[in-house]
T-cell receptor, first 107, second 116 residues
Framework: GIQVEQSPPDLILQEGANSTLRCNFS?????LQWFHQNPWGQLINLFY???GTKQNGRLSATTVATERYSLLYISSSQTTDSGVYFC?????????FGRGTSLIVHP | GAGVSQSPSNKVTEKGKDVELRCDPI?????LYWYRQSLGQGLEFLIY????????KSGLPSDRFSAERTGGSVSTLTIQRTQQEDSAVYLC??????????????FGEGSRLTVL
């Protein structure tokens, strides 16, 4: 099956810092999503981005499907950004998740 | 409600007992997924339903696990003779199926299962 690798596995930031999270995948995909799992366990949709670039406030994402990677940018991080960020890729109707990037933002 | 609804939110059971977890997808979503997330881990696919097609059960870890979806809507995941390693959060997701891909997934808040 398709392999999904996320990096870095852990990230600690000071409030206000910027960061880039990466998702690499091993095969062509039909779609890609980024999720934020908050400290209460809820998975929140961030981006549905099989290709191209999207922005939503302080967050933006870019997927380069031909090179099999996606990037999630977080600017001016806030403590509420803490949690785990997952990317999920779908090739044959079954989304496969990476192991996530655990982000802690200190005040 | 507008989102994916799961129940119970928490379930504590004794080893060997059977449990049922329920998922009510977003209205109109024909695709439904069950995933499992063990403590500190990623999401493990369990089973996928699409409309009236036969489900994709390729992720079920053993024959103690089964799931059904009635009327193309509500789904129930059943775990028989629970074991301690079944302890996890069970997450349900739904999407508006499209021919070329799954569409955007939306998750419920999960059912946390603890097997003593």
């Amino acid at each position: 099956g398709i392999q999904v690798e996320q990096s870095p596995p852990d990230l600690i930031l000071q409030e206000g810092a910027n960061s880039t999270l990466r998702c690499n995948f091993s095969d062509s995909v039909n779609n890609l999503q980024w999720f934020h799992q908050n400290p209460w366990g809820q998975l929140i949709n961030l981006f549905y981005i099989p290709s191209g670039t999207k922005q939503n406030g302080r967050l933006s994402a870019t997927t380069v499907a031909t090179e099999r990677y996606s990037l999630l940018y977080i600017s001016s991080s806030q403590t509420t950004d803490s949690g785990v960020y997952f990317c999920a890729v779908e090739r044959s109707y079954i989304p496969t998740f990476g192991r996530g990037t655990s982000l802690i933002v200190h005040p | 409600g507008a989102g994916v609804s799961q129940s119970p939110s928490n379930k504590v059971t004794e080893k060997g007992k059977d449990v049922e977890l329920r998922c009510d997808p977003i209205s109109g979503h024909t695709a439904l997924y069950w995933y499992r997330q063990s403590l500190g881990q990623g999401l493990e696919f369990l089973i996928y339903f699409q409309g009236n097609s036969a489900p994709d059960k390729s992720g079920l870890p053993s024959d103690r696990f089964s799931a059904e979806r009635t009327g193309g809507s509500v789904s129930t995941l059943t775990i028989q003779r629970t074991q301690q390693e079944d302890s996890a959060v069970y997450l349900c997701a739904s999407s508006l199926y499209r021919v070329l891909d799954t569409g955007e997934l939306f998750f419920g808040e999960g059912s946390r299962l603890t097997v003593l």
